[in-house]
Antibody, heavy 117, light 107 residues
């Protein structure tokens, strides 16, 4: 079955970087894009950006431009999201999701990133 | 950027009730509207895509309608497992913004 499995929880200090992985299985990885969405504690969903697993094209949310980089490794069917210069308000659960045409399905299980001094 | 506004923000209902959640876009998004269900501690799950198409495996008591700026998600007869938070999302243009969510609680 189609599945996305994310890396484990992270605790980072302000100013550090974090890199979250998302390993896909059950489908042809290069036929879909991967979107990243985050959810701060008790809050709603925020779209962070998208990467084409076919050619690596990206589209980032403007508020994260310059701090976020999304990449893929087609040899391992894995997508990565790196966020730099972390702040306390980056504390959130980060999700990857397969983007099929224009909807997200399925989603990874989520990765909690905690930014704290 | 397109703003998505859901109403109500929270809703109390009973098993068996018919429930409708609305979502309004700040500009026309044609039918590029998706609905997700999220339970506590879990990832969102796709229910409805392209405004009215039921995702495979989702019970038929869920339905979606609308186009342009106004959309609805209807649950025809609430089941205990339906108590969750529901989000709409537009995929017409980036950023693919979400509504603020509607928390459906047991009355």
């Amino acid at each position: 079955q189609v599945q996305l499995v994310q890396s484990g929880a992270e605790v980072k200090k302000p100013g550090a970087s974090v890199k979250v992985s998302c390993k896909a299985s059950g489908y042809t990885f290069t036929s879909y894009g991967i979107s990243w969405v985050r959810q701060a504690p008790g809050q709603g969903l925020e779209w962070m950006g998208w990467i084409s697993a076919y050619n690596g094209n990206t589209n980032y949310a403007q508020k994260l431009q310059g701090r976020v980089t999304m990449t893929t490794d087609t040899s391992t069917s894995t997508a990565y999201m790196e966020l730099r210069s972390l702040r306390s308000d980056d504390t959130a659960v980060y999700y990857c999701a397969r983007e099929a045409i224009s909807w997200f399905d399925p989603w990874g299980q989520g990765t909690l990133v905690t930014v704290s001094s | 950027d397109i703003q998505m506004t859901q109403s109500p923000s929270s809703l109390s209902a009973s098993v068996g009730d018919r429930v409708t959640i609305t979502c309004r876009a700040s500009q026309s998004i044609s039918s590029y509207l998706n609905w997700y269900q999220q339970k506590p501690g879990k990832a969102p799950k796709l229910l409805i895509y392209a405004a009215s198409s039921l995702q495979s495996g989702v019970p038929s008591r869920f339905s979606g309608s609308g186009s342009g700026t106004d959309f609805t998600l209807t649950i025809s007869s609430l089941q205990p497992e339906d108590f969750a938070t529901y989000y709409c999302q537009q995929s017409y243009s980036t950023p693919h913004s979400f509504g603020q969510g509607t928390k459906l609680e047991i009355k």
